[in-house]
């Protein structure tokens, strides 16, 4: 089968989250297994444009509303990754240094959905399926049913992946004239209450919809942001499907990002001497457990209630334990955080940004990863930890609740609580400080997370099942 994926994201070539994470490993694995899987996106001004070469497969003009524009698509010459990846180039418009934060978002991402249904309308051969994901590239599967000029790409199956459907990309309906000369009466398939709606449509116009965890897939039914009647009238769509992770790159024996390499059945000396880095650099004390988190400082991973929990569990627990914070986002939780870092006895610390680097080592290095998601449509970072033997400390919801069993129940690995809520989530650090010092129940949680499979052969498997439904 022939699949393209359309996406704002793609490790390594420019990451902010987990959607990158996924459209940097699905379509590599889905190679393996013999299909043709390419990925485009638009071209940012990433390290990875600079170290690599690249090729022109395609220059032509287009417009958005009465604004025209030239745009360009590049390959990237050798494959690297496994897969052909191409970038859309539009001067000044996505050849920005971030991925998402501009005013002008959804005039961004629109143009670059035109600049793929145009380079496509121009392709001899089409591809048997449009993999769309979130909502930046959520018009595309109207686009191609609605739109006068995509009328060639009609036939062409679209299957939207949701990563995250708490943004939406709203736009007011005055910003109708950007999306191609389109069939006027079709415009209740744009529309959710009353504004153009890029999720809402494709969850309405896609051929299959898949979201990254089972669980997530029954909660979006009752907690989706204002879409809740749209899942429950689409269900027969759609299916769940849990990321994997990328066992190449995330592998702690040969993880270029880190300096001490361990296995699963040699980890004890190598967690020790990462974890020693991490004590070494952000001043915090090696005998104590270590509890990090990593991620967006946002109220869907429950970031909010990070200074809350850590001062509360130093009141009441005391200081037998360390926190170290990677993360950014609201303005307000990264001062709180930081206004703790004064308060700390060598057993605090938060680094404000985004570093690769540094995140590696804390899963490495880590004993414990909290993880109080209010939402979390899959997660990946409790996956990273397991692989890398730290114990995944989080809220049963999304796709936490689907790949973490508490380390009191039968097989368990996990720290597990039902709330995100500052007291459900000050017990699970104290549970991690009760434990931490059990040593022999420490060793038997590591072996059992070490030793899951996470991969992400099942999953492509599922993925490729969707796709024969539609195309055979
Ligand atoms: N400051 C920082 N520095 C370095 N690395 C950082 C970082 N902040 C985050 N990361 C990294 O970004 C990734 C985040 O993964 P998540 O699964 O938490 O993603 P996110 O919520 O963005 O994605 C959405 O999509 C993914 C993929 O489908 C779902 O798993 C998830 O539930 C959903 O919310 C991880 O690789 C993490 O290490």
């Given at each position: 089968?022939?699949?393209?994926?359309?996406s704002a994201e793609?490790?390594?070539?420019?990451?902010a989250g987990g959607l990158g994470d996924v459209v940097?490993?699905?379509?590599?694995?889905?190679?393996?297994?013999?299909?043709?899987?390419?990925?485009?996106?638009?071209?940012?001004?990433?390290?990875?444009?600079?170290?690599?070469?690249?090729?022109?497969?395609?220059?032509?003009?287009?417009?958005?509303?009465?604004?025209?524009?030239?745009?360009?698509?590049?390959?990237?010459?050798?494959?690297?990754?496994?897969?052909?990846?191409?970038?859309?180039?539009?001067?000044?418009?996505?050849?920005?240094?971030?991925v998402y934060?501009?005013?002008?978002?959804?005039?961004?991402?629109?143009?670059?959905?035109?600049?793929?249904?145009?380079?496509?309308?121009?392709?001899?051969?089409?591809?048997?399926?449009?993999?769309?994901h979130d909502h930046h590239t959520g018009?595309?599967?109207?686009?191609?049913?609605?739109?006068?000029?995509?009328?060639?790409?009609?036939?062409?199956?679209?299957?939207l992946t949701i990563h995250n459907a708490q943004y939406q990309g709203?736009?007011?309906?005055?910003?109708?004239?950007?999306?191609?000369?389109?069939?006027?009466?079709?415009?209740?398939?744009?529309?959710?209450?009353?504004?153009?709606?890029p999720l809402?449509?494709a969850i309405?116009?896609?051929?299959?919809?898949t979201t990254v965890s089972?669980?997530y897939l029954?909660e979006l039914?009752?907690m989706s942001n204002?879409l809740?009647?749209?899942?429950?009238?689409?269900?027969?769509?759609?299916?769940?499907?849990?990321n994997?992770?990328?066992?190449?790159?995330?592998?702690?024996?040969?993880?270029?990002?880190?300096?001490?390499?361990?296995?699963?059945?040699?980890?004890?000396?190598?967690?020790?001497?990462?974890?020693?880095?991490?004590?070494?650099?952000?001043?915090?004390?090696?005998?104590?457990?270590?509890?990090?988190?990593?991620g967006r400082?946002v109220g869907e991973k429950?970031?909010?209630?990070?200074?809350?929990?850590?001062?509360?569990?130093?009141?009441?627990?005391?200081?037998?334990?360390?926190?170290?914070?990677?993360?950014?986002?609201?303005?307000?939780?990264?001062?709180?955080?930081?206004?703790?870092?004064?308060?700390?006895?060598?057993?605090?610390?938060?680094?404000?940004?985004?570093?690769?680097?540094?995140?590696?080592?804390?899963?490495?290095?880590?004993?414990?990863?909290?993880?109080?998601s209010r939402v979390e449509p899959c997660g990946l970072?409790?996956?990273?930890?397991?692989?890398?033997?730290?114990?995944?400390?989080?809220?049963?919801t999304g796709g936490?609740?689907?790949?973490?069993?508490?380390?009191?129940?039968?097989?368990?690995?996990?720290?597990?609580?039902?709330?995100?809520?500052?007291?459900?989530?000050?017990?699970?650090?104290?549970?991690?400080?009760?434990?931490?010092?059990?040593?022999?129940?420490?060793?038997?949680?590591?072996?059992?997370?070490?030793?899951?499979?996470?991969?992400?052969?099942?999953?492509?498997?599922?993925?490729?099942?969707?796709?024969?439904?539609?195309?055979?």
């Amino acid at each position: 089968m022939d699949i393209l994926h359309v996406s704002a994201e793609c490790y390594p070539v420019a990451k902010a989250g987990g959607l990158g994470d996924v459209v940097g490993a699905l379509p590599k694995y889905m190679n393996e297994l013999g299909h043709t899987t390419r990925v485009v996106m638009p071209m940012y001004r990433t390290k990875f444009l600079y170290a690599n070469e690249w090729e022109v497969v395609h220059k032509a003009n287009t417009n958005m509303g009465n604004w025209w524009f030239e745009f360009t698509i590049i390959k990237e010459k050798t494959n690297k990754l496994g897969f052909e990846l191409y970038l859309v180039d539009v001067n000044g418009l996505l050849d920005r240094e971030k991925v998402y934060g501009y005013n002008d978002d959804n005039e961004r991402f629109t143009a670059f959905q035109i600049c793929v249904l145009d380079w496509l309308n121009a392709w001899a051969k089409k591809p048997d399926i449009l993999h769309v994901h979130d909502h930046h590239t959520g018009l595309i599967p109207f686009m191609v049913k609605n739109c006068q000029k995509y009328r060639g790409l009609a036939s062409i199956k679209t299957v939207l992946t949701i990563h995250n459907a708490q943004y939406q990309g709203w736009m007011p309906w005055n910003r109708s004239i950007l999306i191609p000369q389109w069939d006027m009466w079709k415009w209740g398939m744009l529309d959710w209450n009353n504004t153009i709606n890029p999720l809402a449509s494709a969850i309405k116009c896609a051929d299959k919809i898949t979201t990254v965890s089972p669980s997530y897939l029954q909660e979006l039914k009752w907690m989706s942001n204002g879409l809740e009647a749209l899942f429950e009238y689409e269900k027969g769509k759609c299916v769940g499907i849990l990321n994997g992770i990328d066992a190449k790159v995330w592998n702690p024996e040969t993880d270029t990002y880190l300096q001490h390499h361990f296995s699963e059945h040699d980890y004890e000396a190598g967690k020790a001497k990462n974890k020693m880095l991490l004590c070494d650099q952000f001043s915090l004390d090696y005998d104590k457990p270590l509890i990090g988190f990593i991620g967006r400082l946002v109220g869907e991973k429950g970031a909010d209630l990070l200074p809350q929990v850590i001062s509360d569990s130093f009141y009441f627990i005391g200081r037998r334990m360390n926190f170290l914070v990677l993360g950014s986002g609201f303005p307000e939780v990264e001062a709180r955080l930081s206004a703790l870092k004064p308060l700390s006895q060598s057993d605090y610390n938060v680094y404000i940004g985004y570093n690769e680097g540094l995140s590696h080592t804390m899963y490495a290095g880590l004993d414990f990863l909290l993880m109080p998601s209010r939402v979390e449509p899959c997660g990946l970072n409790q996956m990273y930890s397991m692989r890398y033997g730290t114990v995944p400390m989080v809220r049963r919801t999304g796709g936490l609740k689907d790949t973490v069993i508490d380390f009191g129940d039968v097989n368990g690995y996990g720290i597990c609580y039902n709330h995100a809520s500052v007291p459900d989530v000050t017990h699970a650090v104290w549970r991690a400080a009760e434990v931490y010092h059990d040593k022999e129940k420490m060793k038997g949680i590591r072996q059992r997370m070490m030793n899951l499979d996470f991969s992400w052969e099942s999953s492509v498997k599922q993925y490729i099942q969707v796709y024969s439904s539609l195309v055979m």
